[in-house]
């Protein structure tokens, strides 16, 4: 009898009372709010990282991009169209090829793929009806004093025609039945013979914008076939325009060093981009707010005086 009553009294005491899972309770909720802070915290900061660094990469990547358009600007050869402190409108470069064949008011470019690889014709955009290209005209005399590089519009579409392999700018049949006919505003001069380089280009644009959602932006633009498009995004957001201080900020400099606003004298570009955060952030856990950051760079141009 006595040990069914030990047994028993053990049993009892084998649960756990309400106070002692409150306890448990208590210390639970609070491991898991310390938990959820921590948790909430690391969010906050791996997102404000990721903000600055889309916001850098935004600046990293307008000093790769400009830089590689403006360099190939001639400011002496009227390849500034406009220009002020918050855009520029330039003759883009968007091809080169040679002279294969010439008719009356057309010439015929090999195709911009050859086996031999020798890259005599390269197009970044290929060229449409309404683009312009120089060709370079050699003069009546071998002296280069009467040398120039002659302007002409594309007055067709392009279309497939023949670059013999006589010329030895193609090696194959189909290579030679892939060349392009491009139809000019003029006839060449006798100055131009066959062999004459050929540069592609066409009107580009690069300027700040206000965005529909109230976002300052870097857009850019070309117009093939002398058509416009709309502005593209290339980066941002930016601080908004201002006199100075702006988002996008360019000045053009002589050879002298002095600032210029004649579009041919210009021998530099210097730009300064200016951003700041899509949102605000909060990296060491203090009041959000938004972060700035600058780059500042500098193009010299290809033909300057």
């Given at each position: 009898m006595l040990s069914l009553r030990l047994k028993s009294r053990r049993a009892a005491r084998a649960g756990v009372s309400l106070a002692e899972l409150l306890v448990v309770l208590v210390i639970l909720g609070l491991v898991g709010s310390v938990i959820m802070r921590v948790v909430l915290r690391q969010q906050r900061f791996y997102a404000s990282a990721a903000e600055l660094t889309s916001t850098r990469a935004d600046l990293r990547d307008l000093a790769t991009a400009l830089p590689s358009d403006?360099?190939?600007?001639?400011?002496?050869?009227?390849?500034i169209y406009a220009m002020s402190d918050s855009s520029i409108d330039f003759r883009l470069t968007t091809g080169i090829s040679t002279v294969c064949q010439i008719g009356a008011g057309y010439v015929i470019v090999p195709p911009a793929s050859l086996?031999?690889?020798?890259?005599?014709?390269s197009w970044t955009a290929a060229p449409v009806s309404g683009d312009s290209v120089l060709i370079y005209?050699?003069?009546?005399?071998?002296a280069i004093s009467d040398d120039a590089w002659r302007a002409y519009k594309i007055t067709a579409a392009p279309v497939a025609a023949s670059c013999p392999t006589t010329t030895l700018f193609t090696s194959t049949s189909a290579e030679a039945a892939a060349g392009v006919k491009l139809t000019l505003s003029a006839a060449l001069p006798a100055g131009s013979p066959?062999?004459?380089?050929?540069?592609?280009?066409?009107?580009?644009?690069?300027g700040l914008f206000v965005t529909a959602s109230g976002r300052t932006m870097l857009g850019y633009y070309d117009c093939p076939g002398g058509t416009c498009g709309s502005a593209t995004p290339m980066g941002g957001p930016f601080l908004p325009?201002?006199?100075?201080?702006?988002?996008?900020?360019f000045i053009y400099y002589d050879s002298t060093g002095a600032v210029t606003a004649t579009k041919t004298n210009v021998a530099r570009i210097d730009v300064a981009v200016r951003g700041q955060t899509a949102?605000?952030?909060?990296?060491?856990?203090g009041e959000r707010s938004y972060v700035r950051d600058s780059l500042n760079f500098t193009v010299s141009l290809r033909n300057r005086r």
């Open positions: 403006l360099r190939a600007i001639s400011s002496v050869g009227g390849d086996t031999s690889r020798s890259g005599v014709t005209d050699e003069g009546a005399t071998t066959q062999g004459s380089a050929m540069v592609f280009f066409r009107h580009a644009h690069y325009y201002a006199a100075t201080g702006s988002g996008v900020q949102a605000p952030v909060a990296l060491a856990g």
